[in-house]
């Protein structure tokens, strides 16, 4: 009897020490999202680019070894892909005008390198226009409370706790988030009104909702933003705003979306096949479709 319970000792000893040396069998190499960001946002694995590194200031987000489950639990594959390989974008505004564009700016809330960055592309026609889906994809977010899909890095308890003690949900804008199905989300903002609900499948070019100004817009606009959340470069946000918001400090990069638009030429024809994407003049202050700072909503910057 004795001699069994020593054979079992020793092997309960080996069988922990076995486990001990195996990381992996101790706990994923993607540490489970925290608080809120629980339902959907993809949380950045331990090592470079985890907890802890630096706001990314470069407009493509960079990959990682391994897999992350996607949204809908299937496997990711490595990293996001290159923005040049993104196909079957359109214009969510189809005649849009664009009255901001991604990068630095002087009034957004995002911190890249130090400075303000205007982390998505604003185009706008006229309040109650027809905004339609970029790209074919599952709508995993509609409404005003869809920040645990809009790549967060942290918990957003306190954010979400404190609107509930203030009442202040009217106070976000109106934001359809899409699984676009390729590894990259995207993100349409300050709608009046929405034509979709989470779960529903939508088609690129097909209705989703009216242009408007519901959050803190000064006037009726589109802002589409579109990121990975298999990146592992952020963004930051003014710390001011962390401090008064209590929204994480942090977010997922952002490319810019004109790296997988069409050309503006495409973009106004109905019915036609996207092209891979813009040269890099596109965009530019030379495209008179782009507005001139003069001529964005609200005119000035905010105090």
């Known amino acids: 009897m004795r001699r069994h319970l020593a054979l079992a000792a020793v092997g309960v000893f080996v069988a922990g020490a076995v486990i ?59 990293g996001p892909l290159e923005p040049s390989l993104l196909r079957g974008y359109v214009w969510p505004l189809p ?32 309040c109650g226009d027809r905004i339609v889906a970029a790209h074919d994809g599952v709508v995993l977010a509609a409404g005003r409370k ?4 809009m790549g967060w890095i942290g918990s957003l308890a306190p954010s979400i706790a404190r609107r509930d003690r203030l009442h202040a949900w009217a ?11 390729n590894g990259y989300r995207s993100i349409y903002a300050h709608f009046s009104r ?18 408007g100004q519901t959050g803190f817009a000064t006037g009726c606009h589109l802002h589409y933003g579109l990121f990975s959340p ?17 929204l994480p400090a942090l977010e997922i990069a952002r ?17 036609s096949s996207p092209s891979p994407g813009p040269s890099p003049a596109s965009g530019s202050r030379a495209d008179p479709l782009v507005a001139s700072s003069d001529q964005r909503p609200g005119g000035q910057p905010p105090e």
Not at 27 to 38: F, M, R
Not at 230 to 246: E, H, I, M, Q
């Open 20 to 78: 001990a040396a195996t990381p992996s069998l101790q706990a994923s190499s993607y540490p489970a999202a925290n608080g809120a960001v629980a339902h959907a946002t993809a949380t950045p694995p331990r090592g470079p680019g985890g907890p802890g590194a630096s706001p990314a200031g470069s407009n493509a987000a960079t990959g990682h070894a391994g897999q992350s489950p996607s949204s809908s639990g299937r496997g990711a594959p490595v």
């Open 95 to 126: 005649k849009g005008r664009i009255t901001n564009e991604f990068g630095p700016d002087w009034y957004s809330d995002t911190i890249v390198k130090g400075a303000r960055f205007h982390d998505g592309l604003d185009m706008a026609t006229f």
């Open 146 to 149: 869809v920040d645990p899909w």
């Open 171 to 181: 106070d976000l804008p109106i934001i359809i988030v899409v699984d676009d199905g």
């Open 194 to 211: 929405i034509a979709v609900k989470a779960g529903q499948t939508v088609r690129a070019g097909m209705f989703i909702g009216w242009e």
């Open 230 to 246: 298999y990146a592992t470069t952020w963004f930051g946000l003014r710390p001011d705003v962390v401090k008064r918001t209590k």
């Open 255 to 271: 490319i810019d979306p004109l790296l997988v638009l069409p050309h503006r030429s495409m973009a106004a024809a109905p019915g």
